[in-house]
């Protein structure tokens, strides 16, 4: 048996379509453009990669993009000025703060400042919480976690009644999606560095989201036939054969898993393209409930 793959990149381009369609649709009837506002903080080249590939994105699908770039010297204030100031534009309707922060500036802090309205890499305390609670939804999602779900759901993967073995508990990707799991009726069991006997746990996965940052950690031989596969993982290794002199592979050995898996995403090319493109849909919808309800206040 040989994996379906999920492409990422297929289902990104058609939802970006689409979002700049609702963007268009917004400045046609606004007489401006949504936009989101970035906080960058530091010297980490793949935060300031990703706010790059961020400002792109936002030009195609017309979407505004003002981004404060500051050294890896910078205060809790520079921060916290940085945060508010996009707050206060009314032109900018979706904020994301780029993590990880320098060491001493509050990440927790800096994340409870952004407006709840504008918070749209969902990562605020509220958002969070109403996210691990029964009958309440957040306002917005963050978006490597939704993406992982949407591309699950693009290959009609059951999910309710699943079980579901995330691999990683970081705040930005194993807990949210472990929490988006057990909201869609998965049977979550989350694995971490502390778990014992990680190959025998992922044994039992019907559904596995690899996200500890480790290159081609889960081996085909740790997994359940037909198990579906989303690989989070995005790690440089050296590879003298390629043209570069190294390549990109996920968490999962994909060699050995594409043999056993029912489905299994790209690296690259699977959540990577996702994670941006849910960043824009959420700036999107954030443009239209602010305009609507300062409209409706008038």
Known sequence: MTATIIDGTAVADRMRAEIAGDAERFKHKYGYA???????????????????????????????????????DSTQADVDAAIQSLNENPRVHGILVQLPLPPQVDEERALRLVSLEKDVDGFHPVNIGK?????????????????????LEEIGTPIEGAHAVVLGRSNIVGLPVAMMLQKANATVTICHSRTRDIPGMIRQADILIAAIGKPEYVKGDWLKPGVVII??????IDDPASEKGYR???????????QVAGAITKVPGGVGPMTITMLLKNTVKAAWTIAETLESSR
């Open 34 to 72: 949504p936009g989101l506002g970035a906080v960058l903080a530091g010297d980490d080249p793949a935060s300031a990669q990703y706010v790059r590939m961020k400002r792109r994105a936002c030009e195609k699908v017309g979407i505004e993009s003002v981004t404060f770039e500051m050294t890896a």
């Open 248 to 258: 990109w592979v996920g968490d999962v050995d994909f060699a050995s898993a594409n």
């Open 131 to 151: 996210l691990a609670m029964k009958g309440r939804e957040p306002t917005f999602t963050p978006a490597t976690p939704t993406g992982c779900m949407l591309l």
């Open 231 to 236: 690989d989070v993982g995005t790690n440089r």
